[in-house]
């Protein structure tokens, strides 16, 4: 079955950056809309940003346009998300997410695979 694993997460100052990764494994990852959710504490948890499994059309919540950038490795079976310019209500639990065979849009419970988060906490 498919797996997905975060890494990348940590303790940032805001207007500074971190890369975070995503592992797929189980199937074949370019059969796979990837995304990006986040979860902040007593929040529900929202969508950051999405890419097709071509790395085309990558779609982002508006909060983080301009700042974040995902992108896709299909020879790696990652998919990484650039947090640039942070800021404190960044801070969350992030979680990427894979949906099969359709378009990943906003809505949590559309996804078909959770990985199992990654915390990244920027301070003021």
């Known amino acids: 079955q498919v797996q997905l694993v975060e890494s990348g997460g940590g303790l940032v100052q805001a207007g500074g950056s971190l890369r975070l990764s995503c592992a797929f494994s189980?199937?074949?990852?370019?059969?796979?809309?990837m995304g990006w959710f986040r979860q902040a504490p007593g929040k529900e948890r929202e969508f950051v940003a999405a890419?097709?499994?071509?790395?085309?059309?990558?779609y982002y919540q508006d909060s983080v346009k301009g700042r974040f950038t995902i992108s896709r490795d299909n020879a790696k079976n990652t998919v990484y998300l650039q947090m640039n310019s942070l800021k404190p209500e960044d801070t969350a639990v992030y979680y990427c997410?894979?949906?099969?065979?359709?378009?990943?849009?906003?809505?949590?419970?559309?996804?078909?695979?959770w990985g199992k988060g990654t915390l990244v906490t920027v301070s003021s």
């Open positions: 890419i097709t499994w071509d790395g085309g059309n990558p």
């Open positions: 997410a894979a949906r099969r065979g359709a378009t990943m849009g906003p809505n949590y419970y559309d996804i078909d695979y």
């Open positions: 189980g199937r074949t990852f370019s059969s796979y809309e």
